[in-house]
């Protein structure tokens, strides 16, 4: 089912200046109140030693640009896991693959943008991933690299399901454009565990929500960026480029999948998304596809660039198309 949704235009009756009072005390009352309300547990994936496909002596450094958002450089991948406090339920996960076209991770503040959203959506856990890049000055095979991150994560999740309260049954997978290409090859790509000391059976999730994400790494609708730095010196490589466009590897075994994409967006197309729910809708896999007029590329939860609050379908759809919060 796809839905299209047009900007609302509101009707403005008070001043800029209380709108903005109004908004940044909301905004400090909320983050006071979430602060409260979570525990962070910042848990590394590998033994520093041991870190699989990285080269020996590594001498470069993770770099953290201007901004704060964008890392790159990383040798040492970590999973932020955040917890609601005063829980005794046993609930649904969420781990989310921010994007960043394989050239950066985009992270600000551990994900703690992420993690609220998702903890207010009803999630109990939410684990967010810096995962390696495919930076061949760093790592070995680099096109595993990413994938081999997310699926040692997601392991994660299922060995500390009774210490973080984590119902194995409701695990879901989130990423934003590359890392929507990485929460797609972690659905689809089961059956190839990169990841050392990883279990087939630590792979299950039960849902997958996607964000304008990179899905196909063939012409005419890839995303050169994300394409390229993932296969690197392989990127002639037909077999892998097929390999890496999500849109051949849906299968019976996909789990039901909500996407989000805006029609202006510039850097991946939104044909990327149809072209992925096509996909579902062949192999019947329970999806619904949310098609904004507006939003742009990255927009996240920025409800401003998108004209109107699209969690609400994805929230509706989660209640009463899926099993996580039953």
Known sequence: MCSI????????LISHKKILFLFIST????????????????????????IPFNKKNITLKEIVDSTGRRISQISEPVLYVYRKKNTNSVGAAI??????????????????????????????????????LPDPRIVNEQENIPLCDAQK???????????WQINRNKIAISGGSAGGHLAASLANLKDKIVAPGV?????????SILMYPVVTFNLPHR?????????????????LIDYYSMENKVSKKTPPTFVVHAKDDQTVTYLNSRIYIDSLNKYQIKNK??????????????????????????AQWLQNETDLFK
């Open 95 to 132: 781990m989310y693959c921010p994007g960043g076209g394989y050239t950066n991770v985009s992270l600000a503040n551990d994900g703690e943008g992420f993690a609220a959203n998702f903890l207010k959506m009803g999630f109990d856990v939410v684990a967010v991933l810096k995962y390696r």
């Open 27 to 50: 905004l400090l009352l909320s983050i006071n109140s979430f602060a409260q309300d979570y525990t962070k547990e910042v848990v590394k994936l590998w033994d520093k030693n041991n």
């Open 153 to 163: 994560a997601l392991s994660l999740l299922h060995q500390n399901a009774k210490k």
């Open 223 to 239: 995303h050169e960026g994300s394409y390229n730095k993932l296969l690197g010196d392989k990127s002639n490589d037909q077999t």
């Open 289 to 314: 596809y949310v098609e904004l007029d507006k939003g742009g590329h990255g927009f996240v939860f920025d409800f401003k660039k998108t004209g109107v609050d699209w969690t609400i379908e994805l």
């Open 5 to 12: 949704i047009k900007e609302r235009k509101p009707l403005v």
């Open 199 to 207: 279990k087939s059976n630590e792979l299950k999730q039960a849902v």
